[in-house]
């Protein structure tokens, strides 16, 4: 049976501010427009290949492309150093733990403080970080931005709206076997639990 609803997917923090720390160890040049891309490509690569995200964000269609939308909250947060008056966004502690901004560029890139603990992650979800860096790692952030542009799963979204996890699989269909059973089944029991747990 195919979930009638979105796919949706718990928002995983600790491997998101993990994520980026990968990243911004091996990307001289990482802001938050280039780690909101590598975001996009890690996760759709794990969808393709593996049935689910990484961080499990959900994504938006936006001007400059696919957005992970809690991912970015947190990264303009940080950037902007909201102050302390301002409600903080509950994951911002986590994520500067890992990564300190540096303000001396136009677009303040992102440093890590310390290596990311890979222990978060599956071997499935390090494949698909490092592939990502290679794939797309000393890419600029307006190539990133054309590259998403070509995304089917962007494209099939009008306006701002969010982009269902099956549109990832407009990109390669030949991957739509397996895996997009996988993401269907995981969701049809998280749908079942969401409804046991409103009885």
Avoid: C
Avoid at 17 to 39: E, G, M, Q, S, T
Avoid at 45 to 69: A, K, N
Avoid at 154 to 168: S, T
């Amino acid at each position: 049976m195919v979930s009638m609803g979105r796919i949706v997917f718990r928002f995983e923090a600790e491997k998101f501010a993990n994520a980026v720390a990968f990243f911004a160890k091996r990307i001289r040049d990482l802001d938050k427009l280039k780690a909101a891309k590598l975001l996009f490509f890690a996760d759709k690569y794990h969808v393709l290949h593996y049935g689910r995200p990484i961080i499990g964000d959900r994504y938006h269609s936006l001007d400059y492309g696919p957005v992970p939308s809690q991912a970015l909250d947190i990264m303009n947060e940080t950037i902007h150093d909201s102050p302390p008056v301002v409600k903080k966004h509950p994951f911002r502690d986590l994520f500067e733990g890992y990564i300190s901004v540096d303000r001396a560029h136009r677009y303040p890139r992102f440093r890590a403080k310390k290596d990311p603990n890979l222990d978060v992650f599956s071997e499935s979800e390090v494949e698909a970080l490092e592939h990502t860096v290679a794939q797309y790692g000393n890419k600029s952030g307006g190539a990133l931005i054309e590259l998403s542009h070509h995304e089917p799963a962007w494209k099939a979204v009008q306006g701002y709206g969010e982009i269902d996890y099956r549109l990832f699989f407009r990109a390669d269909p030949t991957s739509a076997g397996n895996a997009s059973k996988l993401l269907e089944a995981d969701q049809e029991v998280r749908d079942f639990v969401d409804a046991i747990n409103n009885l």
